[in-house]
């Protein structure tokens, strides 16, 4: 029965003259998300709502779990349009229409009409009084409420006349393209998809980065972080996922530093190739999973050494999550079930037993020097040989 939803969404950060860049980036996430749902739809923004019109037959649920998806929006209002055949005739398809969203009709209600076409016979005060009135005729047993309705119904008479009363709840957050884009490095892990989910619910457009080491990793890891990046590309839109091929640089690492160094040391240059790729793709920051004590790598003293290899500002929007507050974001973006596969990742072949968990920035920048001699030319091999896969 329903035609159309009426798109919510926070006001805050559409204020001013920047307004129309929240909606446009909001009408161009959805007319993305909408793309992988059945039927055709016409979303388009009339005196500063968005709409999504039906145009064909569709799946209510799937279009509306998929608008759920869609960072910007507070609320989804499912609508339905009547054409004007007079007032009575509006009574009617109300009650019909309340007998059906409403099977057990709500105890209290109020009438929100708004009369966007002037020319219609009853103003909006008198839409809701005539209204109301003729709701209290059909169903006694309910009650106007004006301050706390437990349902409101709103008729908008325009060309059409629009009638809507649910609102499922949106995402929150900020349209993805209106906060810049930023890197995020990806591991097969629970929490850098979370990471990522987070910025972009920010507005920040992600690509990501992946570190690949084979043939110590196999193929079937490098395809999990591309299923994980296909889930997180469910919320941003298409991703941009860079694959770099990271062996030589970790073996070369592990034959010539400390093994309880070689971690730290690797993430330094994951960090440094990150970045790389970030400035020549117009990211703006680099995002990681890292959690404060979470492992070695993840001490205040290791994430400064870490940290000290970037100008970029890096994210870490996990920094003060336990894993289980992690665990739950990513059952509920979908992400749990492909990260907790069992493929190893890159850090865990070469991981030494006792890594350092106080690194010191002058023993990590001293030791680092024993890579001089081909250390440069194996991280120019790594750009010049990455694979880009385009996930959407
Ligand atoms: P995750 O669950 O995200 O893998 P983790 O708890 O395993 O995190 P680490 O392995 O120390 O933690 O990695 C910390 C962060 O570094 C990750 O969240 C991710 O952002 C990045 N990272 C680690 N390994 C890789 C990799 N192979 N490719 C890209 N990024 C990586
Ligand atoms: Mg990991």
Redesign the pocket.
């Known amino acids: 029965m329903f035609t159309a939803f009426l798109i919510k969404y926070a006001e805050i950060g559409v204020k001013g003259r920047n307004r129309y860049l929240f909606e446009d980036a909001l009408v161009h996430q959805i007319k993305f998300a909408l793309k992988s749902c059945d039927g055709k739809f016409l979303v388009h923004k009339t005196q500063g709502r968005i709409y999504v019109d039906a145009l064909t037959e569709f799946d209510f649920d799937e279009v509306a779990a998929r608008l759920q998806q869609v960072f910007g929006i507070s609320g989804i209002c499912p609508v339905v349009y009547v054409e004007d055949e007079g007032f009575e005739k509006l009574c009617q398809t109300v009650i019909d229409y309340l007998a059906e969203v409403y099977p057990d009709r709500p105890k209290t209600f109020k009438v929100a009409a708004r009369r966007a076409r002037k020319d219609y016979p009853l103003d909006s005060n008198e839409i809701n009084a005539d209204m109301g009135e003729a709701i209290l005729n059909a169903y006694p047993e309910m009650r106007v409420d004006v301050h706390h309705p437990e349902m409101k119904l709103n008729i908008e008479v325009r060309e059409k006349i629009y009638i809507y009363s649910e609102v499922i709840p949106g995402p929150g957050g900020m349209p993805v393209g209106t906060g810049g884009k930023g890197m995020?490095?990806?591991?097969?892990?629970?929490?850098?998809?979370v990471?990522g989910y987070m910025v972009a619910k920010r507005g920040v457009k992600i690509d990501a980065?992946?570190?690949?080491a084979p043939p110590y990793t196999s193929e079937r890891a490098k395809q999990k972080?591309v299923d994980l990046a296909r889930i997180v590309s469910r919320f941003t839109g298409p991703i941009y996922l860079h694959v770099i091929n990271?062996t030589d640089i970790q073996l070369y690492i592990y034959e010539k530093c400390p093994h309880e160094e070689l971690?730290i040391i690797m993430?330094r240059y994951?960090m440094r190739i990150?970045e790389h790729i970030a400035r020549e793709t117009g990211c703006l920051g680099l995002?990681?999973?890292?959690?404060l004590g979470?492992?070695a790598?993840?001490t205040m003293a290791s994430l400064a050494v870490t940290n000290e290899v970037c100008t970029l500002p890096v994210y870490r929007p996990l920094i003060g999550f336990d894993k289980q507050e992690i665990v739950e974001v990513s059952e509920k973006i979908g992400t749990f079930e492909t990260?907790i596969q069992p493929f190893e990742?890159?850090?865990t072949i070469f991981v030494a037993k006792h890594p350092v968990t106080k690194p010191n920035g002058n023993i990590i920048r001293r030791h680092e020097r024993n890579l001089e001699e081909k250390i440069d030319e194996l991280v120019r091999t790594a750009l010049v040989t990455e694979e880009l896969i385009i996930v959407e």
Do not use: K, N, W
């Not at 995002?287 to 959690?291: A, F, Q």
């Open positions: 995020l490095l990806l591991s097969g892990g629970i929490d850098s998809p990471a980065v992946y570190f690949h972080v990271f971690t993430r994951m990150a995002i990681t999973g890292e959690s979470q492992v790598s993840q990260s990742d890159c850090c």
